[in-house]
């Protein structure tokens, strides 16, 4: 008789992230603006966790791809989101789940000489639907508030 192993909650969660999305974008500048856009996804599970390649296009803005290893350490019970973006940056997000659907990250550090920092709350909606916000910080200040909705990308959205 064997036994499957029993993945924690968290780590299930995070495989749910594999497959193909379709991602809209809704970004709110300083001066209040919304801008849209839109882009795909594609993550698969590694060794490592999932890695995850983004590639966004966002009126006005150039276009934009980062790709994202996620893992998750049951030991301190955090997640590790490691980003690598178009202007080669890279920054290793850390958090923790807060309740059985929502996944809250941060990142500190300096960009161009100035304090940065970058918020983000994920939540798991349905296995199909995650709906992510990412708030970025510049010495305090809001700067930019983007809304992310990821949808599975099944036969019939592709139809």
Known sequence: MSQQKQLPKEESLLKQLVGE???????????????????????????AGINSEVNTQIEGYEDYYENGLWSFDPVKGEVHLL???SDGQTHDHVGRWVDDATLELEWHGTFEDQEKEKRIQAKWVTEDQIELRETNYSQGKKLLETDYVFKRRTADSEA
């Not at 991602?23 to 060794?47: N, R, W």
Request: net charge negative.
């Open 21 to 47: 999305w379709q991602v809209g974008i809704a970004l709110k500048t300083p001066d209040g603006q919304i801008v849209s856009g839109c882009g795909e996804m594609t993550a698969e599970e590694t060794a």
């Open 83 to 85: 980003i690598m973006d």
